[in-house]
């Protein structure tokens, strides 16, 4: 059986990740693929009980490092319970975040380092890589209003962080994105859903 594919989606808050992975989950389904849609921190029963910790709470409730440990341990049993498993059976995985956002929040905007992030992930989850990682890319304004007036205004934990942090994080993964052009594709998130689902579709086309 053909492995299947692992498709990430990325960004900063407020970008659209969990809209866009609907939709094309939704899209790929129709042509007939096998998908398996799912986001992080969460994915997976254990995974799940995690995301409370990480997203629930004040900003300070945990430190950088406690927090990089929290998505490593859930990120391990997501891949072990779902992502793998997807894999093994020829499925399309698309997932909200993945070790990227793992890299960006706690690596580069927390001031822990690539090098340290890498090595949990490589001890929880093998070091398993995206077949390809899409960066939503939307204007910090732009993507802070999103974020407002989604959920009815309640802000997760990393939401209500400072702007100075959210522009850490947009350098960061814009940063990585031109460090690995194999792997990342920059697709421009601004527009109406379908116009952005159509970048995102384009953006995966040599996968197809």
């Not at 960004?11 to 129709?30: D, H, P």
């Not at 994105?177 to 579709?201: F, N």
Request: with cysteine; glycine share 12%.
């Amino acid at each position: 059986m053909t492995r299947g594919r692992f498709i990430t989606l990325e960004g900063g808050e407020g970008v659209g990740n969990s809209t866009q992975l609907q939709a094309l989950s939704n899209l790929l389904q129709s042509h007939g693929y096998e998908v398996v849609a799912t986001r992080e921190p969460g994915g997976s029963p254990g995974a799940e009980a995690i995301r409370k910790l990480l997203m629930e709470g004040s900003v300070d409730r945990w430190t950088d490092e406690t927090e990089a440990l929290l998505f490593a341990a859930a990120r391990s049993d997501h891949v072990a319970r779902t992502i793998r498993p997807a894999l093994d059976h020829g499925y399309w995985v698309l997932c909200d975040r993945f070790i990227d956002s793992s890299v960006a929040y706690q690596g580069v905007a927390g001031g822990l380092g690539v090098d340290k992030i890498m090595q949990l992930h490589n001890i929880g989850s093998g070091g398993i890589l995206p077949d390809r990682t899409i960066l939503l890319s939307v204007p910090l304004y732009d993507a802070a209003w999103r974020e407002l007036n989604r959920d009815n205004g309640v802000l997760d934990r990393f939401g209500k962080k400072d702007g100075q942090y959210h522009q850490a994080l947009n350098s960061a993964f814009l940063q990585l994105a031109a460090a690995d052009p194999v792997r990342y594709r920059v697709v421009d998130g601004t527009g109406s859903v379908e116009e952005v689902t159509g970048r995102v579709l384009q953006s995966i086309a040599d996968l197809l």
